[in-house]
């Protein structure tokens, strides 16, 4: 586990880890797909503002899932820590202090680099970008589309002549 304990809290508090970066990756890949409809399919090209919206709104959600669940977390790990390694109610006051203030650091920390919670900071932020692209009529979602004039066969390679 880390720098965690070898406890069943502390393993239970890895798997709480886990369920907030997937968590995180799993909302980021929804923004996408849903951004990706009027941006790169055309489709529902009406609801382009509030699809772009909503990208963003879920978009930031997305990068702060995993350090949410770490600090969210501490306490019942802290909690369950003091019971598994001091067998009391009564566990000595410092070490309790020092991880209920530590926890939470190393937790995001943990999150982040060990537990691919910079995968959902990355594909949170593709989905903002992307949200930000439908709000802008880029792509298949801009709603006023002319196609260009095709040239005529007959005119290509040939200077027109002035008169």
Request: hydrophobic share 45%; charged share 10%.
């Amino acid at each position: 586990f880390g720098s965690f304990p070898n406890t069943p809290g502390a393993a239970a508090y890895v798997v709480s880890l886990w369920g907030g970066s997937i968590g995180g990756i799993l909302l980021a890949v929804l923004v996408i797909i849903l951004v990706s409809l009027p941006l790169c399919c055309g489709l529902l090209k009406h609801y382009r503002k509030a699809i772009g919206a909503v990208g963003i709104v879920l978009g930031t959600v997305a990068l702060w899932i995993p350090s949410v669940v770490a600090i969210a977390s501490c306490g019942p790990f802290v909690d369950g820590l003091c019971q598994d390694l001091c067998g009391s109610p009564t566990c000595e006051y410092q070490f309790e202090v020092y991880w209920a203030e530590s926890c939470p650091m190393f937790g995001i920390v943990y999150a982040y680099v060990m537990i691919f919670g910079w995968a959902a900071c990355i594909l949170g932020v593709v989905g903002l970008i992307l949200a930000c692209c439908v709000c802008c009529k880029t792509g298949k979602s801009d709603s006023v589309h002319t196609p260009a004039s095709p040239v005529p066969f007959s005119t290509l390679g040939r200077q027109s002549e002035v008169e």
